[in-house]
């Protein structure tokens, strides 16, 4: 059976007690239909941020109930398929992002879809990169809001959330509690603008749970290698999260000796950022599959 959630059903913070939506099955394909991040506030270039209700931006469709999803379980969200519309949005806002210093107007831009690119001002065509900004579960108490990432996934933006990949949470209250939102139609890594290329549309997701207890999440996987995603405030502890986050995994699940694993991540490993403009930043810790075949570890099927 397969459980399709509208627009409509969302919500503003990752927290125990939501009032769930759905409730699927492991196993169970489950869409999400999800807004852009201005909840389709800003239609056309005419719309400047200045005019947006702030309250009513970075929805998440959801909460969806997992059955059978207990606290401490290892969740594996396989994203089969994530759809975009064909206009979305960037803006300009001085004072954020980056570059908010060098910023002094606020500005809006549609980029249509042509193929499988983006146009830019009638002048650059980008490639399209869809993936899942916010994707993520309720924590053990509190409320997180959907603006920030961290260990219970939340607002990752990270380029690698697309279809073909399978991120893993620790769940943490009963059921889960899963949300999606923030689409981007493309991405580069850093999002140092404070957006990417905002668009709504329809995320395709089999959760799963995986016996890999104590595993470091979140984690990443999709054909070509793993990786490590860790958040904070401050860049160098998340850096530091997510290479230390990968040792654990390359010691604990792959077996290598420290030295080994530090060896093999300083050859062959990427350290990588996600994103810069988040409440919290976030880094990741690439590790490329060809070598984990080399050491006769695979991950679970
Ligand atoms: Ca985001
Ligand atoms: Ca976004």
């Known amino acids: 059976m397969t459980t399709r959630l509208g627009r409509d059903k969302l919500f503003y913070a990752f927290q125990p007690g ?29 719309d400047l941020v200045a005019t947006l209700d702030w309250d009513r931006t970075n929805p998440a469709t ?10 401490g379980h290892i969740l594996r969200l396989e994203v089969l398929d994530v759809e975009v519309e064909d206009h979305s949005v960037m803006v300009t806002i001085p004072g954020e992002g980056a570059l908010g210093d060098r910023i002094t107007d606020m500005e809006t831009t549609i980029l249509h879809r042509e193929g499988d690119e983006l146009v830019f001002k009638d002048r650059v065509r980008i490639p399209m990169g869809p993936m899942i900004g916010v994707i993520g579960i309720a924590p053990a108490k509190g409320s997180i809001s ?23 949470l620790t769940v943490q209250v009963e059921g889960g509690l899963l949300g999606v939102g923030d689409l981007h139609a493309a991405m580069g890594d850093g999002e140092i603008v404070v957006v990417g290329a905002e668009v709504p549309g329809v995320v395709h997701l089999k959760p799963e749970l995986v016996d890999m207890p104590a595993l470091p999440t979140p984690f990443l996987e999709n054909d070509e290698l793993v990786a490590t ?5 401050d860049l160098d502890i998340a850096v530091d999260g997510a290479i230390h986050n990968m040792s654990e995994f390359l010691t604990r699940f792959v077996k290598l000796s420290v030295n080994d694993a ?23 810790f690439e590790f490329p599959k060809r070598i984990l075949s080399q050491l006769g570890y695979s991950m679970p099927e």
């Open 18 to 46: 939501l009032k769930p939506a759905a409730r699927i099955q492991l196993g169970e394909e489950i869409i999400f239909e999800t807004h852009d991040c201005f909840q389709g506030q800003i239609k056309t270039d005419k």
């Open 62 to 71: 959801g909460p969806v109930y997992i059955e059978g999803a207990q606290p």
């Open 146 to 168: 959907n603006g920030m990432p961290g260990y219970h996934g939340g607002n990752l933006d990270c380029t690698l959330i697309g279809k073909g990949s399978r991120l893993y």
């Open 229 to 233: 995603i860790h958040s904070d405030p």
């Open 262 to 284: 530090s060896m093999l991540m300083s050859a062959a490993g990427s350290l990588k950022i996600c994103q810069v403009v988040d409440p919290a930043k976030t880094a990741r």
